[in-house]
Every structure is written in structure tokens, then in C-alpha cells.
């Protein structure tokens, strides 16, 4: 049976508030983007589905969660790689892939599609979106600084088109002003996100033993913005 994905303002504009008194409180993100993304969760299901990188990585039931998760094995693979950028970045960070299924796990007491419960690929293809988002950081170059999320989740709307993630960056962009640092760089990662490949269908698994560099020319994304981070109160501190 399909899931009801009726919009909830008011669900999201309260996930809204918290998550701007907490930023580091993450499942009121996915709280945010559950509300109001509407059918748009279904129809990029379609389209990766109907996408040949989508229907092969759906045909051999790959969990891109696995991989990320073993650390060991990111850490493997060949410096200067994005494996080993991606192993890092969470070391860096203190995170894990089981922590962003925890918080996706804590938003909506469930698995991290909100598409069809009845369908296997669907859910899928939803866990696979949300392992992307720490895939994105990094290929990307956004820290997981306050600027640097924001950045990304700008990035991510013309990627997917889902207006829950699209409110989280028009809230940022509209406190912090579109010519103040930050509503600069936000516009600059909407438009990295537009000229792009599109990243979602990715053989991310062929990818993540390749130079980092080359995984940025083949996809388009160009160099890494320059940029200065604002960390969150429970962000660990920058390597001095």
C-alpha cells in the first residue's frame, strides 16, 4: 500500500523551529522534509527507476548503506580517493551512516522511504537517497558546518526537486539575507547542483575507489568553493 503524502505545514513549520534552536538535532530536518514533500519523493522514485544507472542498481539490490558503513574498508581504499575522503569526513566529524539512519529512524519511526511500503524497491531506492547525503558533502565540498548544510541541502533541491528540502533552504537563505556570505554560497551550490550530472542514478559504488578529483570532472562539480565554516555548538571542533 502507497503512502498517504498529504502536505503538513504545520508539522513542518514546528520541525522548523526546533531545528533552528538545535541545528545538531538532525531528525527535525527529516521532520521538515517528510511534511511537505508531497509526491515529489514518488516521482523521483520514476525516474531513477526508469534511468538505466537506477533500473541496474535496482536489479542487483545494492545497498549503498553497506559500503558506507564499513569505515574499515573506506579507509581502504586509495589516498586521494572519495572512499577514503568519505572515511575522513566522518572520522573528522564524528559520524557515521548509522547515524543518519538513526536520525532518519528517529524522524519517522521507519526505514528512509516514505514512498510506497509495499514496495521493496522503493524503500531501496529511499535508504539510498539518504545514505547520499553524506556522499554529497563530500563530492561536493561542503563541510558539515552550519554553512556548509546549508550549502549542501541547496545543492540537493534541483537534484531531486523536493520542496521539503527546498523550505529548509529558503528559511536559511531568508534569515541569513541572499548577499550576506551565506546567501551567497547557498545560490552558488543551487547552481553547482543545476549544471551537474545528475548524481542520484550514480554508480556510486564503481566511484567512491577513484581520485576524488576525477570523481568532480566526470560529474561536472568543479573544485570545491572556498569558504569560512560556522560550526554548530555540538559540531566537534576543525583540526587545528
Same mark, same amino acid.
Given at each position: 500500500m502507497?503512502?498517504?503524502?498529504?502536505?503538513?505545514?504545520?508539522?513542518?513549520?514546528?520541525?522548523?523551529?526546533?531545528?533552528?534552536a538545535?541545528?545538531?538535532?538532525?531528525?527535525?530536518?527529516?521532520?521538515?522534509?517528510?511534511?511537505?514533500?508531497?509526491?515529489?519523493?514518488?516521482?523521483?522514485?520514476?525516474?531513477?527507476?526508469?534511468? =538505466?544507472?537506477?533500473?541496474?542498481?535496482?536489479?542487483?539490490? %545494492?545497498? #549503498?548503506? !553497506? /559500503?558506507?558503513?564499513? *569505515?574499515? @574498508?573506506?579507509?581502504?581504499?586509495?589516498?586521494?580517493?572519495?572512499?577514503?575522503?568519505?572515511?575522513?569526513?566522518?572520522?573528522?566529524?564524528?559520524?557515521?551512516?548509522?547515524?543518519?539512519?538513526?536520525?532518519?529512524?528517529?524522524?519517522f519511526?521507519?526505514?528512509?522511504?516514505?514512498?510506497?511500503?509495499?514496495? =521493496?524497491?522503493?524503500?531501496?531506492?529511499g535508504?539510498?537517497? %539518504?545514505? #547520499?547525503? !553524506? /556522499?554529497?558533502?563530500? *563530492?561536493? @565540498?561542503?563541510?558539515?558546518?552550519?554553512?556548509?548544510?546549508?550549502?549542501?541541502?541547496?545543492?540537493?533541491?534541483?537534484?531531486?526537486?523536493?520542496?521539503?528540502?527546498?523550505?529548509?533552504?529558503?528559511?536559511?537563505?531568508?534569515?541569513?539575507?541572499?548577499?550576506?556570505?551565506?546567501?551567497?554560497?547557498?545560490?552558488?551550490?543551487?547552481?553547482?547542483?543545476?549544471?551537474?550530472?545528475?548524481?542520484?542514478?550514480?554508480?556510486?559504488?564503481?566511484l567512491?575507489?577513484k581520485?576524488?578529483?576525477?570523481?568532480?570532472?566526470?560529474?561536472?562539480?568543479?573544485?570545491?568553493?572556498?569558504?569560512?565554516?560556522?560550526?554548530?555548538?555540538?559540531?566537534?571542533?576543525?583540526?587545528?
Amino acid at each position: 500500500m502507497a503512502t498517504r503524502n498529504r502536505i503538513r505545514i504545520g508539522e513542518a513549520r514546528r520541525a522548523m523551529r526546533k531545528l533552528l534552536a538545535n541545528p545538531d538535532d538532525t531528525a527535525q530536518a527529516f521532520r521538515v522534509i517528510a511534511a511537505l514533500s508531497g509526491g515529489s519523493g514518488g516521482r523521483l522514485f520514476q525516474r531513477f527507476r526508469q534511468s =538505466p544507472g537506477g533500473a541496474k542498481i535496482l536489479a542487483e539490490k %545494492r545497498h #549503498l548503506f !553497506d /559500503v558506507l558503513n564499513d *569505515v574499515e @574498508g573506506l579507509r581502504a581504499m586509495p589516498a586521494g580517493s572519495l572512499g577514503a575522503a568519505i572515511a575522513e569526513f566522518y572520522d573528522g566529524e564524528q559520524l557515521s551512516a548509522q547515524g543518519l539512519a538513526d536520525a532518519s529512524q528517529a524522524a519517522f519511526g521507519g526505514a528512509g522511504s516514505r514512498i510506497d511500503d509495499s514496495d =521493496p524497491d522503493a524503500e531501496l531506492f529511499g535508504t539510498r537517497l %539518504r545514505d #547520499l547525503h !553524506d /556522499v554529497f558533502h563530500v *563530492v561536493t @565540498g561542503y563541510g558539515r558546518d552550519l554553512r556548509g548544510e546549508a550549502a549542501v541541502l541547496a545543492f540537493t533541491v534541483p537534484q531531486t526537486r523536493n520542496p521539503g528540502i527546498a523550505y529548509l533552504v529558503l528559511t536559511v537563505l531568508r534569515r541569513a539575507g541572499p548577499r550576506s556570505p551565506l546567501g551567497q554560497l547557498i545560490r552558488q551550490a543551487f547552481g553547482r547542483g543545476r549544471r551537474s550530472a545528475w548524481l542520484v542514478d550514480q554508480d556510486w559504488e564503481s566511484l567512491l575507489p577513484k581520485p576524488i578529483e576525477s570523481v568532480r570532472e566526470q560529474l561536472g562539480l568543479g573544485a570545491p568553493p572556498a569558504y569560512e565554516q560556522v560550526r554548530s555548538a555540538g559540531a566537534p571542533p576543525l583540526p587545528s
